[in-house]
Every structure is written in C-alpha cells, then in structure tokens.
C-alpha cells in the first residue's frame, strides 16, 4: 500500500481556517484520496475524497498537488467540535497510519 | 448513508473465555470490515467479512483467535478467542456498499472490550 505522511498534531484558533497537509509520493495513478476524522470516544467518519481535482462539501475542501504526491484538508472556519484526529488514506478498505491530532483553541 | 449497531457496546470479560460482537446494518453492503482500536493508537484492520466465505484477514491476525461470520448482507460476528488483558481494545464494525456513488466507508459505535 502507497503510505502517506501527515504531522502529528496540529493547534488551530477557533473560527479561523485550517490547512492539513498530507505526503504521498508513492501514490498510484487509481489511488484515491480519502480523508476520514475520529471525534474523542466515536468512530471514524468520513471527510471528504478525491482523485485528482479539488473537491468541495460542506465539511471540507480538498486541495491535491497537480503531481498528486500531497494533498491539504481544508477546514474553512474550525470550531471547537472540529477537534479530532484526522487521517489522510490513500487505500481501499481503509488502512489508518497515525493522523494529525487537531486541537482548537477558543 | 448506513446506520450500524454493534452489540455489546462494552464487556468485561476474564482471560481465556471468548466474547462474540455482533454488527448489524440498517441496509445491505457489500464489503464489511473488522478493526480494532487499542488504547491511544490509531485503528487497525482485522479482516474484511466476505458472505459465504472465509474472512480475508490481515497480516497478524489469525482465524482461529478472530473468527468471523458473514451469513448475510446484512449481519457479521467477530469472535475474539481466548482472551488476554492484551485484547483490550475498542473492536469496530464498518461497511462499503460499492454500488453506491460514494466511496465512503461507515463506522458502527464499536464496542469496547476489557480483559482481566
């Protein structure tokens, strides 16, 4: 599996954006890029995802580098229940590394 | 989006017994998975479910400790066998449906299991 590399925590102050960078230089051209978080005490849920555009949601957006090696979440305004680890997965079922553990302040 | 629940949703169990978690989803799936959590790590892949068919498990994980069941779309078991405290962890549920548009994988609420 193509492996990704993501810093291990983050700070964010509340209602301003957060960028969340992830590296995947051995990423293959069917891979997709899938974004999940896990909230304290829930199960993971799912962000966002792409291939190669930039995608939008309600959640998120997707920034991926036109060579495809990174990818950078984008929360647009984080508040204090975005606090959560995020995980940046290029696999199919998903294979979870250690993710970037986001706080925010108020 | 799928709906999953998971039974028990905790369980303190002694070493050497064995404990069957049961995931049950609200619409039919195609790929359903087993994880597990332990305490401050990040989530690992058990095994994926197949319907009528022996578990696919992962590297390190074995069928005669983690037996699996998939009798339907709809419904798997993980059986965590003889027990130690090193079994202590949150086991989480989670499903596909590749018929959908999405890509997206859903999590059940996980139970969380201590051995003593």
């Known amino acids: 599996d193509a492996k990704t590399t993501q810093p291990n925590s983050m700070e964010s102050n509340e209602e301003e954006p957060v960028h969340l960078p992830c590296n995947h230089s051995?990423?293959?051209?069917?891979?997709?890029i899938h974004w999940y978080r896990q909230l304290p005490s829930q199960g993971p849920e799912y962000v966002i995802h792409?291939?190669?555009s930039n995608v939008n949601n309600r959640m998120a957006s997707l920034a991926i580098a036109e060579d495809r090696k990174s990818s950078t979440l984008i929360l647009h305004r984080a508040t204090l229940r975005d606090a959560a680890v995020y995980y940046c997965?290029?696999?199919?079922?998903?294979?979870f590394g250690k993710g970037t553990r986001l706080s925010v302040i108020a | 989006s799928a709906v999953i629940s998971q039974k028990p949703s905790r369980d303190i169990c002694q070493r050497g017994t064995s404990l069957t978690i049961q995931c049950q989803v609200d619409s039919q799936v195609t790929m359903m998975f087993w994880y597990r959590q332990q305490p401050g790590q990040s989530l690992t892949l058990i095994a994926t479910a197949n319907q009528g068919s022996e578990a696919t498990y992962e590297s390190g994980f074995v069928i005669d400790k983690f037996p699996i069941s998939r009798p339907n779309l709809t419904f798997s078991t993980l059986t965590v066998s003889n027990m130690s405290p090193e079994d202590s962890s949150i086991y989480l549920c989670?499903?596909?449906?590749?018929?959908?548009?999405?890509?997206?994988?859903?999590f059940g609420p996980g139970t969380r299991l201590t051995v003593t």
């Open positions: 051995t990423i293959s051209g069917t891979d997709y």
């Open positions: 792409g291939l190669t």
């Open positions: 997965i290029l696999s199919s079922p998903l294979v």
């Open positions: 989670s499903v596909e449906d590749l018929r959908g548009p999405s890509y997206e994988q859903y």
